[in-house]
């Protein structure tokens, strides 16, 4: 734990693989997920109060926010995980919990499985919103 070797930048631009275009933009498709929830924003707007004032005020907060946690949480993988480790591992942050927080690495499972019904519920409630649209115009 606690190795910067990867965070180099002599070492970290290293090409241990081949480019190919399918990886590339399989890699766009997945690092798209952590940003559509951006979507649906648009459903929920007429949920807020006084949207003026708070729509700015959540984006200005959870912008830096989200970037924040993303940011520092790639640097804590790459530090505890070499970049073989990162990919073939089934779950990062699981096999993270496991590398480092020992007997309580039970707590990874559970935040993975909290942040996955949160997107659930995200999703719901906007889905709830748009479903009228679509079959209101059939």
């Known amino acids: 734990a606690g ?3 990867w965070l180099e930048p002599r070492n970290a631009f290293q090409p241990w693989q081949e480019p190919e275009i399918g ?3 399989l890699a766009f498709l997945q690092g798209s997920f952590a940003y559509a929830g951006w979507n649906f924003l ?3 707007t007429e949920e807020l109060v006084n949207p003026y004032r708070n729509l700015p005020r ?3 907060i959870s912008i830096p926010l989200v970037t924040f946690v993303y940011v520092f ?3 804590a993988y790459v530090t505890a995980m070499s970049p073989m480790e990162l990919l073939e591992s089934n779950a990062v942050a699981v096999t993270f919990g496991e590398k480092l927080l020992g ?3 039970w707590i990874m499972p ?3 499985a909290l942040s996955t019904f949160g997107g659930v ?3 719901l409630f906007t889905s709830s919103r748009s479903v009228p649209l679509v079959f209101g115009s059939l």
Do not use: K, P, Q, R
């Open 3 to 5: 190795h910067y070797y």
């Open 73 to 75: 949480a790639n640097i």
């Open 121 to 123: 519920n995200g999703s």
């Open 110 to 112: 559970i935040s993975v």
């Open 42 to 44: 648009n459903y929920v």
């Open 23 to 25: 990886l590339m933009a």
């Open 103 to 105: 007997v309580m690495s």
């Open 58 to 60: 959540a984006i200005f």
